[in-house]
């Protein structure tokens, strides 16, 4: 922060619309931003699956509060699933690709902090998915974490 530039005290209420849909497909309503951070509520409603992405700057942290499902990670040679659910929460480092999909019956609904605050178009690179986008499947699963 430069020298008096003053600290922004941001209060937000979670829309009742989206506000995008991010470049996995997933719905995103924002939540409070700062200069070193942002923070989003992302949705991905029953059955669905995202499409596969890695970003090119940013680092995310993931916190789940709704549903079930599962998130694809793989950076370099370790790659894992994770089974998701209200209470668990991952990480979802720079230059990581992941995927996720909701295996519930009710919206897998988690908070995003993305940390810096999301720049833009271009940040989200496309990747080949674990899993098939348009039906979910994948040729061999391997073990979940939990």
């Known amino acids: 922060m430069s020298k008096g530039t003053q600290p922004v005290l941001e209060a937000k209420k979670l829309p009742d619309t989206v506000d995008a849909v991010a470049p996995d497909g997933s719905e995103i309503r924002l939540l409070a931003v700062s200069g070193r951070g942002s923070m989003v509520h992302c949705t991905l409603p029953p059955g669905a699956t995202s499409k596969a992405v890695k970003h090119r700057t940013v680092e ?87």
Request: aromatic residues 12%.
């Open 60 to 146: 995310e942290l993931w916190y789940f509060i709704s549903g079930a499902g599962r998130v694809w990670r793989k950076l370099g040679d370790r790659e894992e699933i994770v089974d998701v659910e209200p209470g668990w929460s991952l990480s979802i480092p720079t230059g990581a690709s992941f995927q996720f999909q909701n295996c519930g019956v009710r919206p897998l609904c988690f908070v995003i902090v993305t940390i810096p605050p999301w720049p833009g178009e271009g940040e989200a690179i496309p990747q080949p998915g674990y899993w098939d986008h348009d039906t979910g499947l994948s040729s061999s699963e391997p073990t979940p974490l939990h």
